[in-house]
């Protein structure tokens, strides 16, 4: 889930393009920290700055916290199953249909990715 309208720009139709993809890309719609999180199987958690990129691990300071614990992962799950209910799904349909000038901030942010 993203706290962007359109996550990741250039991102976002490489995962919609995939045929094989699976998961759910929301837009969250209220105020939040921007972070980078995730849970596996309710018991392996991240919460931090890192972006999952070679950039975020070679070049910039980042914090990220790892926990491996079931009660503090099952409350993350918690917290990221209530945040869907209130996040808006973006589909492989709907992204589709965006305008055309999110497709040019697309082919911009792709072209210069490398250098942010």
């Not at 094989?20 to 931090?48: M, N, P, Y």
């Not at 209530?82 to 072209?111: H, K, M, Q, S």
Request: charged share 25%; glycine share 6%; hydrophobic share 40%.
């Amino acid at each position: 889930m993203s706290d962007c309208c359109w996550p990741d720009l250039g991102r976002t139709s490489d995962s919609l393009g995939t045929p094989r993809a699976r998961g759910t890309i929301g837009c969250w719609q209220l105020t939040s920290l921007h972070a980078k999180t995730f849970v596996v199987d309710e018991r392996w958690s991240s919460v931090g700055t890192m972006n999952f990129d070679n950039r975020s691990l070679v070049l910039n300071d980042e914090v990220t916290l790892m926990v491996l614990d079931d009660g503090f992962g099952q409350r993350m799950a918690t917290m990221f199953r209530n945040d869907l209910e209130r996040a808006v799904e973006i589909t492989p349909d709907a992204f589709a249909r965006r305008p055309w000038t999110e497709r040019v901030l697309e082919e911009g942010a792709n072209l210069i990715a490398r250098v942010l």
